[in-house]
Structure formats: structure tokens, C-alpha cells
């Protein structure tokens, strides 16, 4: 299903190759018809504005949305599992269906990049992609709602998506996820919060406030008895014989 592939497509960061491109895209989303009527015009309307924008502008626009706002990250774990443990998990097992299908990445991103997801269900059955877009429905929705908040052009790709998943979205959880966030532009403070320093031993110096250099009784006692025996070959000896 190549529709997938250039709806991936679009979501990706703009260049010349993709604005070259643009009149292929709307090619096979119309011999393909996959997407709903509806969905189709307004897809192909957003390429039609992605054509006429400066090449600069739509960089420039593209980064202030996905990649200096969270909230509109296109790395799916990131929204289902943050920055916990699970995530890395995620990422393997995906990696593992990945190469189940035949396909390597070649890329920088992570399994979970939307646009790479995207590119994988457009390889395999119709239907299976259809239930897969059907379990990150929530995500898709979410995404949607801040994009619509921010007034985003990329808004169509998202309603698309959603309207070819196998059910729809659970609008409490999708409610509960927007009153998190809708999908704001940072603040600059915000920005230096979320950069902050962060320190690799939680009771260093810079984190407790206490002086370090009067040492650790229990890393005292260790290095002691380590000097010990380094130092006293001939006692360790005695000791065996």
C-alpha cells in the first residue's frame, strides 16, 4: 500500500528530493484511492501548499513543530512509554519485526520514527496495516488534536491515518492526554529546564551540597583494605603457609 509510504513521506523533514517528489505523491494517493474522499482532498491540498511554500519556511516550520515540541514528537514510544526502561524493549522488538519483514534501516532513526512505521505497513497486507494503525490510534489522535491547536497544515496526514485504522480513537484517554498538553510552543525557560544538566551520581557534590573530599567511611575502608594487600605481599604469603 503505497499510500502509506507517502504519507510517511510527507512527515519527514523537507528537502528538494521530497518537493520533487510532491507530484508523485498525489499521483498514486489518487490511483490508489485508499483514503477516504474527504481525506484524499484535503492530503492533496496540503501538497499543494507544501509546493508553494519557500523550501527555508517549511524547514523552518517543520523543526518548530517536531522537533522543538515534545508533545508533537513522531517517535511513537515516546508518547506510549516515555522515557521508561520499556521503551528500550520496544525498540528491539520492533526492530526484530522489522527485519521479519525484510527490511533494514538505513536511517538515523529510531524503529519508532513514524515516517519508518509507515514505510513498514505499506509492505505488508492491507488489513494488518489497518490493525496496526488501529493500536497507535490514541497516539495518532493525540498528535492530531495538538497539531489542530497549533494550526498546523500537517493536521490532514493525521485524520487520514486515523480514518483507515481498524477502530477508533478512545476519546476519554485521548481527553486526558490533551489536558497534559496540547501541543504549545516552549517557552524559553522551559527549553533551559528540559536541558538542564544532568549529573551521573545523584550524591555528587553538585547534587548533595556536602564536601566530598572528606571521603566515604565504607569507600575509605575498602580502599584501605586494598592498599593493604598490595602493599603486604609477604604477610598475605605468611598467611597461606
Given at each position: 500500500m503505497k499510500t502509506l509510504k507517502v504519507l510517511g513521506c510527507l512527515l519527514t523533514?523537507?528537502?528538494?528530493?521530497?518537493r520533487q517528489a510532491l507530484p508523485e505523491?498525489?499521483?498514486?494517493?489518487?490511483?490508489?484511492?485508499w483514503l477516504p474522499e474527504k481525506n484524499l482532498k484535503a492530503i492533496c491540498k496540503?501538497?499543494?501548499?507544501?509546493?508553494?511554500?519557500?523550501?527555508?519556511?517549511?524547514?523552518?516550520?517543520?523543526?518548530?513543530?517536531?522537533d522543538r515540541t515534545p508533545s508533537l514528537?513522531?517517535?511513537?514510544?515516546?508518547?506510549?512509554?516515555?522515557?521508561?526502561?520499556?521503551?528500550?524493549?520496544?525498540?528491539?522488538?520492533?526492530?526484530?519485526?522489522?527485519?521479519?519483514?525484510?527490511?533494514?534501516?538505513?536511517?538515523?532513526?529510531?524503529?519508532?520514527?513514524?515516517?519508518?512505521?509507515?514505510?513498514?505497513?505499506s509492505v505488508i497486507e492491507a488489513e494488518e496495516s489497518r490493525q496496526n494503525l488501529?493500536?497507535?490510534?490514541?497516539?495518532?489522535?493525540?498528535?492530531?488534536?495538538?497539531?489542530?491547536?497549533r494550526e498546523s497544515p500537517y493536521s490532514p496526514l493525521f485524520e487520514g491515518l486515523i480514518a483507515t485504522a481498524s477502530r477508533s480513537p478512545d476519546e476519554k484517554a485521548v481527553d486526558k492526554a490533551m489536558k497534559d498538553s496540547k501541543g504549545k510552543v516552549r517557552?524559553?525557560?522551559?527549553?533551559?529546564?528540559a536541558w538542564e544538566?544532568?549529573?551521573a551520581f545523584e550524591n555528587s557534590l553538585q547534587t548533595t551540597g556536602q564536601d566530598m573530599e572528606s571521603?566515604?567511611?565504607?569507600?575509605?575502608?575498602?580502599l584501605a583494605r586494598m592498599n593493604s594487600s598490595v602493599t603486604s605481599p609477604t604477610n598475605s604469603k605468611e598467611a597461606r603457609s
Open positions: 523533514y523537507p528537502s528538494e528530493e521530497q505523491c498525489i499521483e498514486i494517493l489518487e490511483k490508489e484511492k496540503l501538497i499543494d501548499w507544501m509546493n508553494a511554500q519557500d523550501l527555508l519556511d517549511l524547514q523552518e516550520g517543520y523543526v518548530a513543530l517536531f514528537c513522531l517517535h511513537l514510544f515516546e508518547h506510549i512509554h516515555g522515557d521508561s526502561r520499556d521503551r528500550g524493549q520496544a525498540l528491539v522488538d520492533l526492530s526484530e519485526v522489522y527485519k521479519d519483514a525484510g527490511l533494514l534501516i538505513n536511517t538515523e532513526e529510531m524503529p519508532d520514527y513514524l515516517p519508518l512505521f509507515l514505510e513498514y505497513l488501529g493500536e497507535i490510534v490514541n497516539v495518532l489522535a493525540v498528535l492530531l488534536g495538538r497539531l489542530e491547536h517557552t524559553l525557560d522551559e527549553i533551559d529546564e544538566e544532568q549529573f571521603g566515604c567511611p565504607k569507600a575509605e575502608d575498602m
